[in-house]
């Protein structure tokens, strides 16, 4: 044959099944396929990313923490060492070695809290080299402390979970302290020598 044969199928009423749904509706499918699940950071973690206010927070609280272990360490090396040794030059030397702890851990924390904020500014890390470069270290402190994270993912992974109540109260620590020391610094003066004339 010139054409090959033709098969045809007809369909008779009782093969026709209806069903009640509308070929015209939407399918269910979820779209929204862009958002990405968010992540409770860990404290001690040089991975993911932080947001301004845990990065406050964080950075507070380990200094805190960090003077309240040393100090105490402080005073009983200077009781013990200049009981031990007889002299100063013992106590200072434990001094040394404390506060010299001190600093190597609060460079750490330091570290560990600017590269997670960069990352959520979706920036490297390397970027923390910056703040030892002169008034470029302003301007990246500013940019830090003020700009907001990336919304949702971006390069380094989600974004951070809400902040918590603890979070955001140690967080304006530092700021109320400021605002009190200005104050006191201003009115103090001022009182003394308001009293001072009133005599």
């Given at each position: 044959?010139?054409?090959?044969?033709?098969?045809?199928?007809?369909?008779?009423?009782?093969?026709?099944?209806?069903?009640?749904?509308?070929?015209?509706?939407?399918?269910?499918?979820?779209?929204?396929?862009?958002?990405?699940?968010?992540?409770?950071?860990?404290?001690?973690?040089?991975?993911?990313?932080?947001?301004?206010l845990r990065y406050l927070a964080y950075g507070i609280g380990v200094n805190a923490l960090l003077m309240l272990v040393?100090?105490?360490?402080?005073?009983?090396?200077?009781?013990?060492?200049?009981?031990?040794?007889?002299?100063?030059?013992?106590?200072s030397m434990i001094g040394i070695v404390l506060v010299a702890v001190f600093y190597i851990l609060a460079i750490m924390?330091?570290?560990?809290?600017?590269?997670?904020?960069?990352?959520?500014?979706?920036?490297?890390?390397?970027?923390?080299?910056?703040?030892?470069?002169?008034?470029?270290?302003?301007?990246?402190?500013?940019y830090v402390l003020f700009f907001p994270g990336s919304q949702g993912s971006n390069n380094f992974g989600s974004a951070?979970?809400?902040?918590?109540?603890?979070?955001?109260?140690?967080?304006?620590?530092?700021?109320?302290?400021?605002?009190?020391?200005?104050?006191?610094?201003?009115?103090?003066?001022?009182?003394?020598?308001?009293?001072?004339?009133?005599?």
């Amino acid at each position: 044959m010139l054409f090959g044969t033709i098969h045809l199928s007809v369909t008779t009423p009782g093969d026709i099944q209806m069903t009640d749904e509308n070929p015209y509706t939407a399918p269910d499918a979820i779209l929204d396929t862009g958002t990405a699940e968010l992540y409770q950071p860990s404290f001690f973690s040089f991975n993911g990313r932080i947001g301004r206010l845990r990065y406050l927070a964080y950075g507070i609280g380990v200094n805190a923490l960090l003077m309240l272990v040393i100090v105490p360490l402080m005073g009983g090396a200077a009781i013990m060492g200049g009981a031990t040794m007889g002299s100063e030059s013992g106590m200072s030397m434990i001094g040394i070695v404390l506060v010299a702890v001190f600093y190597i851990l609060a460079i750490m924390a330091s570290v560990m809290f600017g590269k997670r904020r960069l990352n959520d500014l979706n920036r490297s890390g390397w970027w923390f080299l910056l703040f030892i470069v002169p008034l470029v270290n302003l301007a990246l402190t500013i940019y830090v402390l003020f700009f907001p994270g990336s919304q949702g993912s971006n390069n380094f992974g989600s974004a951070p979970a809400a902040n918590s109540l603890g979070v955001k109260l140690v967080a304006w620590i530092l700021p109320l302290i400021m605002i009190v020391g200005i104050v006191a610094a201003v009115s103090i003066p001022a009182y003394q020598e308001y009293v001072m004339r009133a005599q």
